[in-house]
């Protein structure tokens, strides 16, 4: 891996705090002349505690928000308690020797390491002791309050996703893989759909045999009935009411 400056954090969100940590990621990277990188955590991290309430966006998903978003490389780890039992030292150290990191950019309230023991006041002497890059990011607010996930989740279980939209970086969307679309008599495969979601209408994006087509669609209060308003799919017209199954990843 080429040298790297790694963007730190859990990322479920990619909420507009997270984008401010990827810019000053590029930033830097420009500054030591290396590649903007994320730290990637597959799982959730909520699991290990118990309180786990579902992922904003899944690992793919973040993946896709984090390479539209101008990142290059992305380092990946899976979730574990033998991840999480690692020492502040030795999470650090793994990264530095490992991928090439020559600094980090993390939000002010960063943790890591066993039991959270790592903070942003260690990350600084361990960057200054190593001669590494660091920039830390203060906390973003809207309308007045934080944007942290917890709350971005809580508006997405009220249905509130215009407001949750606008504390993400990237619209809401979710994705549904081994599509079946049912159009009355007819029954359409494809690949996936990704389901991008707004305040009443709704982005449509399907894949068949690498031909991506797009639709804009309206939900009949059910998750899987839709009326397609408008859209490039030759065998829908608008109008037309579909049901979708599939796996929802």
């Known amino acids: 891996m080429k040298d790297c400056i790694l963007a730190l954090g859990f990322f479920d969100s990619v909420h507009i705090g997270h984008k401010k940590i990827i810019e000053e990621t590029i930033l830097l990277s420009k500054k030591f002349n290396a590649v903007p990188a994320v730290l ?19 690992p793919d998903e973040r993946r896709e928000i984090f390479s ?3 990142i290059k490389e992305i380092v990946s780890f899976k979730l574990s308690k033998e991840f999480l039992d690692r020492s502040k030292s030795e999470f650090l150290k793994t990264l530095k020797n490992d991928y090439n990191v020559k600094g980090f950019v993390c939000g002010n309230d960063f943790t890591f390491g066993k039991n959270a023991e790592g903070n942003v006041n260690y990350l ?3 960057c200054s002791d190593n001669d590494l890059g660091l920039s830390v990011i203060d906390d ?23 407001n949750a939209n606008a504390e993400l970086s990237f619209p809401f969307y979710y994705t549904i893989k081994d ?9 359409l495969f494809f690949d996936y759909i990704k389901i991008v979601l707004y305040s009443s209408l709704y982005d449509a994006y399907f894949l068949r045999d690498r031909v991506k087509n797009f639709i804009k669609v309206s939900f009949n209060g059910s998750d899987h009935m839709m009326t397609v308003v408008s859209g490039d799919v030759s065998e829908l017209k608008i109008g037309d009411k579909i049901f979708i199954t599939g796996k929802v990843s």
């Open 40 to 58: 990637l955590m597959e799982g959730d991290l909520n699991f290990f505690t118990g309180k786990t309430t579902g992922l904003i966006f899944t």
């Open 68 to 70: 539209y978003s101008g």
């Open 124 to 126: 600084k002497k361990y």
């Open 140 to 162: 973003v607010t809207a309308k007045g309050k934080r944007v942290s996930t917890r709350d971005i989740k809580k508006l997405l279980l009220c249905g509130d996703v215009e």
């Open 179 to 187: 599509v079946f679309v049912k159009n009355g008599e007819t029954v």
